[in-house]
């Protein structure tokens, strides 16, 4: 089997022109029918063996100048310091402020927005070839077979019905349809004023940015007028731990450790038991970054919620899984593991800014139905946005804003 997944190198894709998209859409047609023929599942079937994909530990975000801070509409828009965070309410635009790139020019470099971004001007018939066009994109940018199918056959439907007068209409209706598949799950997380504190518990697999977006999620919080505590639950990495203490330090947020090698579970503890006696509206616990074909680690995070549950039966109050946006479909495996350890509540995705792949998201949505939080399109801490699944499809398909 020729997989169009196993050929497709992002590098390779970056430093070439655009696809042929006639060859590149028998390509996918051929991924499609293998992928068919192997039945259920087959979104992982076509895709490459999991990698993990550890990085080099990077500092937890500076935090930025005050005056970038005030500047930055998603940050004018959320509620007073002291008053009650209700994220529901922090609806970001997709227009950035003047020196903040917003999320159309953080995904436009992306492989997923190049794929779908010039795919009207390369096709403006309203025909199979444009179809075919938009499957490939899809396909390409790790939408998943099942969820890309769908789109495609709907769409064909709807052409074949007569319903769009020309290519700028289906492309209103993919539009449509990429929205509606994102919509439920853009819920945003919501601090129960009442859970003092809020517990955060974040999972995920090693490198995918855990340590750097609870460094983001304190910034956001302590933002927003609330007052925060940190446990270094990542026993594992020494690293892990210096860089939340150093984080914490220079934000005066408290962190609580026992060091390298410590009992994750027994950190957690503390932690809560810290938080609870002063009164903090949000604890945030970092845990090690662990392959969810480990099964011992996965049981350990089983052992940190109940461990939690003991001294709060309603924490954690959000299990948040951070997901690499750059991992594909490999990231449906991984959310099906760490969901059965852990219940996952919510989902961070991160890297987007520099993925071919980011379609997964999409995949993801289909599949678990679990609210996307927030997605990392960047480094700094302001680039840790609401999710939005407007904004989202927007960045993507940037002709249906008339760019
Ligand atoms: N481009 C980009 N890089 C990101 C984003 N989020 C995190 N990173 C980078 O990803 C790398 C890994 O981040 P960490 O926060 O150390 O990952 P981790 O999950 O805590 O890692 P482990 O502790 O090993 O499990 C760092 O270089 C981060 O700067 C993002 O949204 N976009």
């Known amino acids: 089997m020729v997989s169009l997944f196993r050929r497709w190198k992002p590098d390779a894709d970056k430093a070439k022109p655009a696809k042929d998209d006639a060859s590149a859409s028998s390509a996918a047609a051929e991924a499609i029918e293998a992928a068919r023929a192997m039945g259920a599942g087959a979104d992982e079937a076509v895709q490459a063996p999991p990698k993990s994909q550890p990085l080099p530990p990077s500092p937890m975000p500076e935090p930025a100048a005050p005056a970038a801070l005030e500047s930055d509409p998603a940050s004018a828009s959320m509620p007073a310091p ?5 994220a529901s309410r922090t609806r970001e635009k997709p227009a950035a402020a003047p020196g903040r790139p917003g999320w159309r020019e953080r995904l436009m470099g992306s492989g997923i ?14 025909d199979d070839d444009l179809l075919d066009a938009i499957e490939t994109a899809l396909l390409t940018a790790d939408v998943g077979v099942t969820a890309t199918t769908g789109l495609v056959e709907s769409l064909r439907r709807r052409m074949k019905a007569r319903e769009f007068a020309d290519a700028a209409a289906l492309r209103t209706a993919l539009r449509g349809e990429l929205v509606a598949i994102l919509e439920p799950v853009a819920r945003p997380l919501v601090i129960d004023p009442a859970a003092k504190p809020f517990v955060i518990l974040t999972v995920g697999v090693n490198g995918v940015g855990k340590t750097t977006t609870i460094g983001k999620l304190a910034r956001r919080f302590k933002d927003e007028g609330k007052s925060l505590m940190l446990a270094a639950g990542d026993t594992f990495r020494a690293a892990a731990v210096a860089q939340l203490q150093a984080w914490g330090e220079r934000n005066g947020v408290a ?18 038991q810290a938080a609870r006696a002063r009164g903090t509206d949000v604890l945030i616990a970092d845990t090690a970054g662990r392959l969810h074909t480990q099964q011992g680690l996965m049981a350990e995070l089983s052992k940190i919620k109940r461990v939690l549950g ?5 924490a954690p109050h ?19 593991h760490f969901h059965q350890a852990a219940d996952v509540t919510g989902l961070v995705v991160t890297k987007l800014d520099g993925t071919a792949k980011g379609g997964v998201v999409f995949a993801l949505a289909r599949e678990f ?26 960045a993507l398909l940037p002709e249906a804003l008339g760019a």
């Not at 299990?319 to 946006?325: K, P, Q």
Request: no cysteine; hydrophobic share 45%; charged share 25%.
């Open 369 to 394: 139905g679990i609210p996307i939080r927030f997605a990392g399109i960047g480094e700094r801490p302001e680039d840790l946005r609401v999710f939005d699944a407007e904004a989202f499809v927007d």
């Open 113 to 126: 927005a190049r794929g779908l971004g010039g795919l009207f001007a390369r096709n403006p018939r309203l």
């Open 318 to 336: 959000e299990v948040l899984m951070v997901i690499d946006g750059t991992t594909g479909q490999n990231a449906l495996s991984q959310l099906r």
């Open 310 to 314: 003991k001294l709060d039966g309603s």
């Open 255 to 272: 962190v609580v450790a026992q060091g390298q090698d410590a009992d994750a579970a027994s950190v957690a503890f503390d932690a809560l």
């Open 82 to 86: 002291g008053t009650a965070g209700d």
